[in-house]
């Protein structure tokens, strides 16, 4: 079990496929925000701020997904239940805000959900996983 060689590996990919998804996500909001400004078909876009929430997300997603590849790469599933309580959170904060406040509490409620819980839970299992699987110090 060589921790050290996962390790490098995966922080090395890691960190690429946030630069990427943060480029990515850049670009889409600026290329919008482009043709909202310029064209008419900019129009049928959300607005600037609700496309940026989304994008965001994506980001924050994009890092969930990242500690949820390297706990499977131990042939283990601790993010099941995380999983399913996002999922449930995004489904009701969508509904009740969807109804309420439509597209822009939509946007506002999956970012929130995504950043006070998804991530931060995400994180702390990785890291408490990591720290017992690997039996040292983060």
Request: proline residues 3%.
């Amino acid at each position: 079990k060589d921790w050290t060689s996962l390790d490098i590996k995966f922080f090395k990919i890691f960190h690429q496929a946030a630069g990427i998804v943060i480029c990515g996500a850049v670009a889409g909001w600026m290329l919008i925000y482009f043709l909202q400004m310029n064209f008419e078909i900019g129009k049928r876009f959300l607005p600037p701020l609700e496309v940026a929430l989304l994008l965001s997300s994506v980001v924050l997603l994009t890092t969930m997904y990242g500690f949820g590849t390297y706990l499977r790469a131990h042939k283990d599933e601790p993010l099941m239940v995380q999983t399913l309580v996002l999922g449930v959170l995004q489904c009701g904060a969508g509904l009740f805000l969807g109804m309420k406040y439509s597209s822009f509490g939509m946007s506002t409620g999956f970012f929130a959900i995504n950043l006070f819980y998804g991530l931060p839970s995400a994180f702390l299992l990785w890291r408490h996983r990591r720290k017992k699987w690997h039996n040292s110090e983060i």
